[in-house]
């Protein structure tokens, strides 16, 4: 065997490894050997996720290096951990591996442009982690693997295996570790597997921006004239829903660098929201449902295997992760040019924000630093209603960086290459959440096919006389009384006291970084 495909490096000294497996063998493997797994009536392998079915981000810990960490964003979001504390949990990782029965070893590329990719190898000890992560990160060709050599950063996944909570800085049997001096990210205490998919997402936030390149928490779609959008909102606001557009081609769903050269995909596979999927509201996800797919955490019939995709007994977080090349038009490879429409994606609990409202640059600034939407009842432990909340950059939880970081390459990149900028609430329309009811998806999607038209460049608009964005007057095949949200309440006074209280929160929010913001850019935000 060669070195390069030897775990030896590790401390792994376990016989029984399967490298990079087959799909098919991976189905075989967890059919005899996972717990409860299943194959659904299209073809996809059903296998759950154990008692956490969402990330657990109070647990993530960066390893702090002195000299090389010293430029992260340390507090809620980065919690260091000391090198001496990350040995302990490595150790007991391997010594996991190496007492268990089988592993299993995948080997996958993140990062579309050949320059800029990292080779990561993935060691779990479950066939649906080695699945997900094949299915998640890049398949190199035979050739590719046959070179692969040693990766450029491990993910040694024993999650099955607790975190001893008598270590120092533990807070919990959980701890996703990421070590940027080794390469490693090592996880204990968690088999939900969007861990992996997010840890290498964090490894492209701390090293693309040193290269000059943006590291972006959002998806992408491309016109046939090669017009590149970005969608960028956290989860359940409709990144990958409306990424998924059938006249456009998908370049991905939610990880995405933007260089000198363009855009590429940090993936090589998508990780859907399955909680209400049809075939008739969102067919191109629905039908990449099939043989090779992931369904994690879902109900099923017992005796004809149809998942109900309406039931969140298990947890509103049902997800299915799939190739991107399952989707019919997505363009491989997966790169595309530099973007003409920049688009933010909020879910407004409060029902205040306008379903569409053109951006200044300064606006676009202060609303990315922001990164208002709502939390998604499921997609983090303990999170069951939906919550207000404000995310830096649409995604403080995957930023190794200070936010200022991202956003100004943000702003840089839009000016030099004359991209607009664009707010969508795809949240609560007519009353805040309770009351009112969540935007239509024909409207926002008809929203979107003007922007990518270009009907909205020009058209005629109304500032909110709160937030300040300029609120387009007429949008195709959209009525006129849903642009203006105060024409959407009932009871508009009702309307006039809730947009003040939500924009208090906004400058509350932004308080904490005024500090290294432009005049400009706090003068971007609401009025009060």
């Excluded at 799909?23 to 409860?36: F, P, T, V």
């Excluded at 359940?236 to 050269?261: F, M, Q, V, Y």
Aim: glycine share 8%; proline share 5%; with cysteine.
């Amino acid at each position: 065997m060669s070195d390069d495909f030897s775990l030896e490096y590790l401390g792994i000294e376990n016989g029984n490894i399967s490298r990079n497996l087959s799909r098919a063998k991976l189905y075989q493997e967890a059919i005899l050997h996972e717990e409860g797994a299943a194959i659904s009536n299209q073809g996809g392998l059903m296998l759950r996720s154990g008692e956490k079915t969402g990330r657990s981000p109070k647990d993530k810990r960066v390893v702090e290096i002195n000299g090389l960490t010293d430029d992260v964003w340390w507090g809620k979001v980065n919690i260091p951990l000391d090198p001496r504390n990350y040995e302990i949990n490595r150790e007991r990782a391997i010594d996991y591996f190496n007492a268990v029965k089988r592993l299993y070893v995948f080997d996958g590329f993140a990062g579309w442009a050949p320059e800029y990719r990292l080779k990561v190898r993935v060691i779990c000890t479950r066939p649906y982690h080695a699945l997900f992560m094949r299915n998640m990160l890049i398949r190199p060709s035979d050739e590719e693997l046959a070179g692969f050599g040693r990766p450029d950063f491990t993910i040694m996944n024993a999650g099955r295996f607790p975190a001893n909570r008598h270590t120092e800085q533990m807070s919990s049997k959980t701890s996703i570790d990421l070590n940027f001096e080794c390469n490693e990210l090592t996880i204990l205490g968690t088999e939900y597997a969007g861990e992996m998919k997010k840890g290498v997402f964090s490894v492209m936030h701390y090293l693309m921006p040193k290269q000059g390149v943006l590291s972006m928490h959002c998806s992408a779609n491309e016109g046939d004239e090669g017009d590149v959008s970005l969608f960028f909102g956290l989860s359940g606001t409709g990144k990958t829903t409306l990424s998924a557009d059938p006249n456009r081609h998908l370049i991905g769903d939610d990880e995405h660098c933007w260089s000198d050269d363009g855009v590429f995909n940090i993936e090589g596979g998508c990780y859907a929201k399955a909680i209400g999927l049809s075939a008739e509201k969102e067919p191109e996800i629905h039908n990449a449902i099939r043989f090779g797919s992931v369904l994690e955490n879902v109900v099923y019939d017992e005796r004809t295997h149809v998942v109900d995709f309406d039931d969140t007994s298990i947890t509103q977080n049902t997800r299915v992760a799939y190739p991107i090349d399952f989707i019919d038009n997505a363009k491989i490879p997966c790169v595309g040019g530099h973007p003409k429409n920049i688009i933010f994606l909020t879910y407004d609990a409060f029902g205040v924000l306008p379903p569409v409202s053109k951006l200044t640059s300064d606006q676009a600034m202060y609303h990315f630093i922001s990164g208002y939407t709502a939390k998604v009842a499921g997609t983090e432990m303990g999170v069951d209603e939906p919550q207000a909340t404000f995310s830096a950059c649409f995604g403080d939880a995957f930023l190794v960086l200070h936010p200022a970081r991202y956003a100004e390459m943000l702003a840089a990149k839009m000016e030099e290459h004359g991209a607009k900028a664009w707010l969508i609430n795809t949240g609560m329309t007519g009353g805040a959440y309770g009351t009112g009811h969540r935007m239509s998806l024909p409207h926002t999607r008809a929203i979107i096919d003007a922007i990518h038209a270009g009907h909205l460049d020009d058209v005629e608009t109304l500032e909110d006389p709160v937030f300040g964005m300029a609120i387009p007057k007429n949008v195709p095949r959209v009525p006129d009384e849903v642009l203006v949200p105060r024409e959407a309440w009932t009871d508009q006074h009702a309307y006039d006291v809730t947009a003040r209280k939500l924009a208090a929160l906004f400058n509350s929010n932004f308080e904490q970084y005024r500090q290294g913001s432009s005049e400009a850019i706090i003068a971007a935000g609401p009025r009060l």
